[in-house]
């Protein structure tokens, strides 16, 4: 089984209030719903879930995925009310056999990985965001992994998502996009 993996697009969707426009600006993020859907597309086009791990900013993000992959989520910091209000600070996600738990993260980076690992005790893989950093490594026998932002490289070295692929075991995949 394949899932993609986004989190942190940070996309505002219609008609912007100035200080979004200037949040926009600051942080480079000029890509719209149907952009990313379809720079998504080719990574994420045989998926057959796509999870992602907040701050989505619009829930037009979440419309626009849902027409490549279903898709399971979790609100981030950044998210206005019309997500929060609809999905879960957090939760746990069951595909081919395996237990994903997915939480957008918070606070400072440093320690980040540790922090996420240990809000889930029975999964097999911790799915989180926040940091717009890419990044997995075991921790306590979990796949603990980050996808990075697609759009928002203020603290990474590229843009990035990610591809968890499910047989016997799960194995992410890191996807550098520029």
Same mark, same amino acid.
Not at 73 to 100: C, Q, W, Y
């Given at each position: 089984m394949k899932i993609g993996v986004i989190s942190d697009t940070h996309i505002h969707g219609g008609s912007l209030h100035p200080k979004k426009l200037a949040s926009r600006l600051i942080n480079k993020v000029s890509m719209e719903a149907d952009g990313l859907k379809e720079l998504v597309r080719p990574y994420f086009a045989d998926a057959e879930l796509i999870i992602h791990a907040g701050d989505y900013v619009t829930y037009a993000v979440i419309e626009a995925l849902e027409e490549l992959a279903p898709v399971e989520?979790?609100?981030?910091?950044?998210?206005?009310?019309?997500?929060? *209000?609809?999905?879960?600070? &957090?939760?746990? =996600? *069951?595909?081919?056999?395996? &237990?994903?738990? =997915?939480?957008?993260?918070?606070?400072?980076?440093?320690?980040?990985a540790e922090k996420v690992r240990r809000e889930f005790e029975a999964v097999d893989c911790v799915v989180f965001g926040h940091s717009h950093r890419p990044y997995q490594e075991i921790i306590n026998g979990a796949l603990v992994f980050n996808p990075g932002s697609p759009t928002d490289q203020r603290w990474a070295q590229s843009l990035s998502i990610g591809v968890l692929h499910l047989g016997k075991e799960i194995r992410g995949e890191l996807i550098e996009l520029r």
């Open positions: 989520g979790v609100a981030g910091n950044m998210d206005p009310h019309e997500i929060t *209000s609809r999905l879960p600070a &957090k939760k746990v =996600v *069951s595909a081919g056999g395996f &237990k994903i738990g =997915v939480v957008h993260g918070w606070g400072a980076p440093h320690g980040l």
